[in-house]
């Protein structure tokens, strides 16, 4: 597939909605060429295990593997970070949450298992990473989005390059509704919208390691994905 000179500077979802994959797999192909080769490999090798676990997932209209393509060149191209250990986690993501089994290469693993077979792959920081941003097995008896909240919130105070990950992964899923269709549109808002001010608060702290500018950045992204919540949710 030709793609056009500027993909570099496009909106991911405009890459989504013209290109699909292919667009957002080139797109991340170009984000990392400013890495040296041992570090580019790296990124790509977490791209081709994120694209193994989730070759059969499906997110409303298209491939998962798009989400976590967005999730990570977010985090290199606006976000302005350059770790890799922290970009990769941001591929892998969802991958001990939602393929645990195959992770760990036999039914019924643990989180704990997945994460240890992570490490053994990409190393204890980027698998840490992802634990901190992977939630844990509900309580059935107590409110479901109650407890992600909670969970969120406590991860990410002992882990500040976490919510770097999380910002984007929650960026692109509430900033992001609109790309959504069915039922899942009121859902997501319903799930999402207390974050808000959780992530607000988590990133403007001065441990939370981004500049002051992408800062101001998030906040906006922020504001319009609480705009986008009450656009869904108080004209009920």
Same mark, same amino acid.
């Given at each position: 597939m030709d793609f056009p000179s500027y993909l570099g500077t496009m909106p991911m979802h405009a890459i989504t909605e013209i290109y699909g994959e292919a667009g957002l797999r080139e797109r991340y192909r170009i984000e990392i060429q400013r890495f040296a080769?041992? /570090?580019?490999?790296?990124?790509?090798?977490?791209?081709?295990?994120?694209?193994?676990?989730h070759r059969d997932d499906r997110r409303v209209r298209e491939p998962?593997?798009?989400?976590?393509?967005?999730?990570?060149?977010?985090?290199?191209?606006h976000y302005e970070v350059s770790d890799v250990e922290v970009i990769a986690a941001g591929v892998l993501h969802d991958a001990v949450e939602d393929h645990p089994d195959e992770l760990a290469g036999h039914p019924g693993a643990t989180i704990e298992q997945a994460v240890a077979a992570l490490a053994g792959r990409f190393g204890e920081r980027t698998a840490g990473l992802v634990e901190a941003v992977t939630n844990p097995e509900y309580d059935p008896s107590s409110d479901r989005h109650e407890q992600y909240r909670e969970h969120v919130r406590?991860?990410?105070?002992? /882990?500040?390059?976490?919510?770097?990950?999380?910002?984007?992964d929650f960026t692109d899923n509430g900033v992001g509704v609109i790309h959504t269709t069915g039922p899942k549109v009121e859902r997501s808002a319903t799930k999402y919208r207390p974050m808000v001010p959780v992530l607000r608060e988590l990133v403007a702290r001065?441990?939370?390691?981004?500049?002051?500018?992408?800062?101001?950045?998030i906040f906006r992204q922020l504001d319009l994905a /609480? /705009?986008?919540?009450?656009?869904?949710?108080?004209g009920r």
């Open positions: 080769p041992p /570090e580019r490999d790296r990124l790509a090798a977490a791209l081709d295990l994120a694209a193994e676990l998962y593997l798009n989400h976590l393509l967005r999730v990570a060149i977010r985090i290199m191209h406590a991860s990410l105070e002992r /882990e500040p390059w976490a919510r770097v990950i999380k910002v984007s001065p441990d939370t390691p981004l500049s002051r500018l992408v800062k101001q950045h /609480e /705009e986008r919540f009450a656009a869904i949710l108080d």
